[in-house]
């Protein structure tokens, strides 16, 4: 690996030699070299990144560093002589690899890929842990080694062992947590609420996308039959925010699923400082947003979990509204698990009939109308005694009754600027249920009254910072937000008859934003893409102060830019980690020269000098 030089030049000097001197406008500013939008070939088949950062008016060389690819073979982590791993590889409850249909190692790699990637210490060694979003999922340790010039090398690696909890499924974003543990989701849970074996039509079973993609994946990893009747019950394994603590320097780990938490579509669980508070992200059509507060600080498994209710302000751009938590109750992991291993089904906790009018969303007396993801409209009535229960294994739908709003669209990435005292939350599209009049309002309040926008947001919340006594029931944390506003958005652009034509967002501008990330104290707001309407995808610097975007990577054709999260100081230097996910995999497949071509990476762009 070529060592990249700290210092590139001192602005201060040569302000000084040039009769200038330094003014306060330099101090508290971060400014990243710009990427111009890739338009050759060779532009549109790379990962690029900024080569210069300047920091408090100095600047410094950074740029693009792999870390490790899929197929990628290294030495195995803490394992026998000449043991060797393939990163990537997924493997079933006891270990062994899975394989596809043709027989060959099924390597979560084109397609899907690598997804959140944690910088995790572990006295004086270095990890990472990165975890994979592919219908069955998984996570690997990667042993890290840092030369003198901050540059980072990977030199093994082995798989994380999911077998004491179900194993794991579409691993998708996630974050670094304040005491250095990596905390992950699962994203896209079955749709348990269509899962009822002994209905006639069984064609929700014989549906490619939730039988062979994804139920036949978790019974090849636990080793049973993929039957209806196992199908009602074991699709409750998934859908949690998972925990991975390094427990050693030689990269052993513990894996905890906090079943307290709720389970959706988690895109990720965000930790504010507090390390209590938690906010969780719902990745889909007609979700919702949850905060978690837990009993005791660096401890998810017991605690209070919340839904947030929309009340609009505004329907101008991405809108704005005030924010109402509704309780949802308290629930531990281990009541939770204990409900799973027991094998609840959704007809447990609830009862189902057809709808009086599936277009008006009317449903017969006593029974809950709901529009909620992939069950669209739903008449539904909890049974008694099962509130805690379905709190927790139908998050949602539960939220749903007690009045929250399940009308959000794609919602991704949250981050938290501590100046400033606000979250972030990034909304990848502004459309459905967010959408005023959509056929997605049928069956539910239609609390979010918007234009359409494919091209996305990004909202700012602001945080209360105390905790009110006025309150009839005060939520024990000082991290709790009010509102929500439209930050940023992406507009909608015709480039046809251009070098442009395919792209329908300004290319100026985000498109479809996914996950992010925030640099404190230089009011820098990191927005990475997971989108069509750019033929590649970027990721953007945006000032809070002076609110310029700044396109600081673009990844190659068809890849989706996953993971920049923010790494402060790790060994005297900061990291901006990045994965650049199933290159060629959503687009452009004929672009690739080789199979190569197609793995995703694993990287970081940096170093940077250590920002405390």
Not at 166 to 180: E, Q, S
Request: with cysteine; charged share 20%.
């Amino acid at each position: 690996m070529t060592p990249v030089s700290k210092t590139l030049v001192s602005l201060p000097a040569l302000m000084l030699a040039l009769g200038c001197t330094q003014t306060q406008a330099d101090l508290n500013r971060l400014e990243l070299s710009e990427v111009t939008v890739p338009l050759t070939l060779a532009e549109k088949s790379q990962i690029r990144a900024s080569d210069t950062v300047i920091i408090d008016g100095q600047a410094y060389a950074i740029g693009y560093h792999d870390l490790v690819r899929t197929n990628q073979v290294l030495p195995k982590l803490h394992g026998r002589f000449s043991e060797t791993e393939i990163f990537g590889l997924l493997k079933d409850k006891n270990g062994d690899p899975m394989l596809l249909e043709d027989g060959s190692p099924w390597v979560c790699t084109n397609g899907s890929g690598p997804d959140y990637t944690s910088l995790l210490r572990y006295g004086n060694a270095l990890f990472a842990v990165t975890q994979l979003e592919c219908s069955l999922g998984g996570a690997y340790i990667t042993k890290l080694e840092q030369d003198n010039e901050g540059n980072l090398e990977a030199v093994a690696t082995r798989s994380v062992d999911f077998s004491e909890v179900f194993g794991t499924y579409v691993n998708c974003a996630g974050m670094t947590t304040p005491w250095g543990s990596h905390l992950g989701s699962e994203e896209y849970e079955p749709p348990m609420a269509l899962f009822n074996p002994d209905a006639e039509d069984r064609a929700w079973f014989d549906d490619p996308t939730w039988h062979d993609a994804h139920m036949q994946s978790i019974a090849d990893y636990n080793h049973i039959e993929n039957t209806a009747e196992n199908a009602a019950y074991f699709g409750y394994m998934y859908g949690w925010t998972p925990e991975i603590k390094i427990t050693s320097a030689e990269g052993r780990h513990r894996v905890t699923k906090h079943f307290a938490m709720g389970r959706f579509a988690h895109e990720l669980a965000y930790v504010m400082p507090d390390n209590r508070t938690v906010y969780l992200s719902d990745d889909g059509t007609n979700v919702g947003l949850f905060m978690f507060v837990a009993d005791r600080p660096k401890v998810l498994s017991a605690g209070t979990l919340y839904a947030a209710r929309w009340n609009q302000t505004s329907g101008e751009g991405a809108g704005a509204a005030d924010l109402e938590w509704i309780n949802l109750g308290h629930a531990t992991n281990d009541e939770i698990r204990a409900a799973i291993e027991a094998k609840t089904t959704f007809a447990d906790m609830f009862e189902k009939v057809d709808p009086i009018d599936a277009d008006a969303g009317t449903c017969p007396d006593g029974y809950t109308s709901t529009n909620t993801y992939d069950e669209g409209l739903l008449c539904t009535r909890l049974k008694q005694g099962m509130e805690k229960i379905a709190s927790r294994l139908e998050t949602r739908l539960y939220a749903a009754h007690l009045g929250a709003t399940t009308e959000l669209r794609k919602e991704e990435g949250i981050t938290f600027n501590p100046d400033d005292y606000v979250l972030y939350i990034a909304m990848s599209e502004v459309a459905k249920g967010m959408e005023d009049g959509s056929s997605n309002d049928v069956g539910g309040p239609n609390h979010i009254r918007l234009e359409k926008n494919k091209c996305g947001a990004v909202y700012g919340l602001n945080l209360k910072g105390e905790i009110s006594d006025t309150d009839a029931s005060p939520i024990d944390s000082r991290y709790v937000a009010y509102n929500m506003w439209g930050l940023i958005a992406g507009t909608p652009v015709d480039y046809s008859g251009t070098e442009l034509s395919e792209n329908s967002c300004d290319v100026d501008g985000i498109a479809s934003p996914d996950n992010i990330t925030y640099l404190p104290k230089y009011k820098s707001l990191v927005i990475g893409e997971d989108t069509s309407a750019h033929q590649n995808d970027y990721v953007w610097s945006f000032d809070l102060n002076t609110r310029e975007l700044t396109r600081i990577a673009t990844t190659p054709y068809g890849a989706e830019t996953t993971s920049p999260f923010w790494h402060a100081n790790i060994g005297g230097y900061g990291y901006l980690t990045l994965v650049t996910q199933h290159p060629y995999g959503e687009s452009d497949e004929d672009k690739a020269q080789s199979p190569d071509d197609k793995e995703s990476h694993v990287g970081y762009i940096g170093p940077f000098p250590a920002l405390d």
